[in-house]
């Protein structure tokens, strides 16, 4: 089925280790996104990809780093987790930067 | 930063009710989107209108739009309990720029 998933769903881990949050679209859409969702702050965004290896930074984008060697995948790393990057984390994509995304159904990820 | 601020943040109603969210951005749009989201889930979205329209209908639901303003509304009438979920517009600033989301109005419709 074409689609958009996120894994892990859930993931604990702690302050200064390395994660990677993963995304994976099946429409070979040209735009993904990375959101992160916080209690009073709606959806921002971390960084977004116009296409395999172009990658720009959105509106939150410290202490995240993304890569995209290939279209269907966007994978988001934390290099050293801090408590303040708990959040649940979106992956979306759509096929032109304006157009309706498509999400994936979150990472939710806890720093203790 | 926020473009889009839904309005109110939290609407609670009974079924059968119409529910009535709205929206005001800062700037001027190409196109404003509005999204669903159910508890643990992510955003689906819903219907997208132009900024050269004025109202578009889906289902139960009918988006309005005055550019004049600076504003959108979505209206879902005969409200059902699966209706419950956060509503949230976003809008399309030209430039070839990513949507900006709102914060998102909570919707609870009561059985």
């Known amino acids: 089925d074409a689609g958009i998933t996120q894994s892990p769903r859930y993931k604990i881990t702690e302050t200064g280790r390395q994660v990677t949050l993963m995304c994976h679209q099946t429409w070979s859409h040209s735009y993904m996104f990375w959101y992160r969702q916080d209690l009073g702050h709606g959806l921002r965004l971390i960084y977004y990809s116009a296409a395999a290896d172009i990658t720009d930074k959105g509106e939150v984008p410290d202490g995240y780093v993304v890569s995209r060697s290939k279209t269907e995948n966007f994978p988001l790393t934390l290099e050293s987790a801090t408590r303040s990057q708990t959040s649940v984390y979106f992956c979306a994509s759509s096929e032109l930067v304006n157009q309706p995304q498509h999400f994936g159904d979150g990472t939710r990820l806890s720093i203790l | 930063s926020q473009q889009g601020e839904e309005d109110p943040q939290a609407l609670s109603i009974q079924e059968g009710e119409n529910a009535t969210m709205n929206c005001s951005y800062k700037t001027s749009i190409n196109n404003l989107q509005w999204y669903r989201q159910n508890s643990g889930r992510g955003l689906v979205h819903l219907i997208l209108?132009?900024?050269?329209?004025r109202e578009k209908h889906s289902g139960r639901l009918r988006v309005t739009l005055d550019t004049s303003k600076k504003s959108s509304s979505l209206l879902i009438t005969a409200s059902r309990a699966a209706d419950t979920a956060s509503y949230f517009c976003a809008t399309d600033n030209g430039g070839n720029t990513p949507l900006v989301f709102g914060k998102g109005t909570r919707l609870s419709v009561i059985a």
């Open positions: 209108i132009r900024s050269n329209e």
